[in-house]
């Protein structure tokens, strides 16, 4: 686990990762600060304005830290197994008196914990910088929540990939994993835009994609905790393709629980099985 | 015994690595692996490592089945191909392999410094892999294998990528390791390393055993002598033949088999009665080449 560690802070790929968010959350600074200079908004006449712009600007954010921690997610996990074994290093583990269940617990376990960080300063950082321009009143638990919510985005990802990681290369895992990320961001339009035309089928493609990787769902779950106790902002929540018409079901949630403890034990007996 | 196969198989698909070995190493042997590539050899060290899981049969470490944990924490492994994390420092990589071995942390850093001085790599060990040459690299791999003194050591061709001060440097290891009273099995290519430091030998051909035991039965029946000669005539290659002498004869070359010192002045003499003309007469004790080629050969 702590080699793990050390050998992603070492990862120049990584660093340019960090690099490039520091970068989105300026940019999303100056963004909002442009917002807040528009006429309508500057004139401070139209509180309920700014807070529904405040809202929209916050929920736009929160979609685009959803993508980039998946993105994260996808690139630290799809390689966190396969590229040891393509370049060889895999035989200073597996040689040695370490279990393989424990090599795999321990790749994921490190990889879950940087991501979960690098997911909450991200979601934390989107959500203060909104919070604070436009003086947002969210409840404190509401933003815990939230962030709870959001962290368990990196741990879906990654049990998904770390298992793809066992069985194929580097590539095809990652492959795998954006095409189902995107394929979940998509469905999950489908399925907001399908609950507030009251298309039960296009709601049902959405639920299809979140059983595949259910990414989208931790999002609207996450973005309802956060909003949802706003009275200003729950006509938010159902105007933008980043708001939550359709909020999945409470058997949703323990289906991702499972999701990552099935993933988890594929990768571990995927991992276990295989000749170097 | 330290380690013990029993009919040992592994396929993949329609090739067949491993058929049916069973092989046994005492301890304290310098244990030698030799075949030609593809073979199975390597297939076999990672078997007995429990990278490779066998089709069938089982193999034991000093009482352990092979691949265990605990079979692992009393083994050393060099592989071919020693790929490092290039982004650490050697002592780092000894440090980081010394927990996975679960040295006490106590006696890390005097196990750290032991390996080291083995392998000749101190005062180089606070550098990053990245800056170590393909020598160094396979150094550092080989103080990683033996940094927890393990009984066991397995090299998969340990002196690939070393320079010829740096092989002799290995065999002195292999040699030091074997006073500590260490095992070693060595899969090599080169025949002469395996001679000079191996005690016991297996030869193995398409994933079978084909000849295994002390490595002087290998090299003790008879010695050849090689001759420089004019004037030989085909009667007597013929009779040479006939009395299982000759071994070769090419430009002027004359290669016989003796069993016994005393016969070389006698066979001397009759070349000489018989119109040959000897120029010189040079000793060689049978090489493991000539026994491997043969055995690769049938």
């Known amino acids: 686990m702590v080699l793990t560690f050390k050998e992603m802070i070492n990862k120049r790929v990584v660093l340019l990762g960090i690099l490039l968010t520091v970068l989105f959350v300026v940019f999303y600074g100056i963004g909002l600060h442009f917002v807040l200079q528009a006429p309508e908004l500057k004139k401070g006449t139209s509180t309920f304005l700014a807070q529904q712009a405040g809202f929209q600007m916050l929920t736009l954010g929160l979609f685009c830290c959803m993508f980039l921690v998946g993105a994260m997610a996808v690139l630290v996990g799809s390689g966190s197994i396969s590229r040891e074994v393509e370049t060889g290093t895999i035989l200073n583990l597996v040689s040695r008196p370490l279990s393989r269940p424990a090599i795999v617990a321990g790749k994921y376990l490190a990889s879950a914990a940087l991501s979960m960080v690098y997911s909450v300063m991200l979601f934390g950082s989107v959500e203060a910088l909104a919070i604070y321009l436009f003086h947002l009143k969210i409840n404190p638990t509401s933003i815990i929540c939230g962030l709870l919510f959001f962290s368990l985005l990196p741990l879906t990802i990654l049990s998904l990939t770390t298992y793809c990681s066992t069985v194929l290369s580097t590539l095809a895992a990652g492959v795998i994993g954006f095409m189902l990320l995107v394929l979940a961001i998509i469905g999950g339009f489908i399925e907001q835009f399908g609950a507030f035309i009251h298309s039960s089928a296009m709601v049902n493609v959405g639920v299809v994609t979140s059983l595949l990787l259910p990414t989208d769902a931790v999002y609207r779950l996450a973005i309802n905790q956060l909003l949802s106790s706003v009275p200003s902002a729950s006509i938010q929540l159902g105007l933008t393709p980043f708001g939550v018409v359709s909020l999945p079901s409470a058997g949703m949630i323990v289906y991702i629980l499972f999701y990552i403890i099935i993933f988890l034990v594929l990768a571990i007996r995927g991992f276990s099985r295989r000749d170097f | ?298």
């Not at chain 2, 079979?71 to 492994?77: L, S």
């Not at chain 2, 191909?81 to 000894?94: C, I, R, S, V």
């Not at chain 2, 750290?112 to 791999?141: C, F, H, P, W």
């Open chain 2, 1 to 298: 015994m330290i380690l013990e196969a029993t009919n040992i198989s592994k396929s993949y698909g329609a090739i067949e690595a491993c058929s049916d070995i069973c092989l046994s190493v005492e301890e304290g042997q310098v244990f030698g692996l030799l075949g030609p590539n593809g073979a199975g050899k390597t297939t076999l060290v990672k078997i007995f490592l429990g990278l490779v899981f066998p089709d069938s049969g089982k193999a034991c470490i000093n009482g352990q089945i092979a691949g265990s944990s605990k079979a692992r924490q009393k083994t050393g492994y060099l592989p071919e191909q020693f790929p490092l994390y290039e982004w650490l420092t050697g002592l780092d990589f000894l440090r980081f392999n010394a927990r996975l071995y679960e040295v006490p942390t106590r006696e890390e850093t005097g196990a750290i410094t032991r390996a080291l001085e083995m392998v000749g790599l101190n005062g180089r060990e606070k550098d990053k892999i990245r800056g170590y040459s393909k020598g160094m690299q396979q150094r550092l791999a080989l103080a990683a294998a033996i940094v927890h003194s393990p009984p066991l050591v397995f090299l998969d061709e340990p002196t690939s990528a070393l320079d010829p001060v740096g092989r002799r440097d290995v065999r002195d290891l292999i040699n030091r390791l074997q006073e500590s009273g260490a095992t070693l099995f060595l899969n090599s290519h080169l025949l002469s390393e395996v001679e000079m430091t191996c005690t016991q030998v297996g030869f193995i051909k398409h994933g079978r055993l084909v000849a295994c035991g002390d490595i002087r039965e290998f090299m003790q029946p008879g010695h050849d002598i090689s001759l420089e000669v004019e004037g030989l005539n085909p009667e007597i290659l013929q009779e040479l033949t006939q009395r299982e002498k000759l071994v070769s004869f090419e430009n002027r070359r004359l290669v016989l088999r003796v069993e016994d010192r005393k016969e070389i002045p006698v066979l001397v003499d009759y070349l000489v009665r018989h119109g040959s003309r000897v120029f010189s007469v040079q000793g060689e004790s049978r090489k493991l080449e000539d026994v491997f080629l043969k055995l690769m050969q049938e």
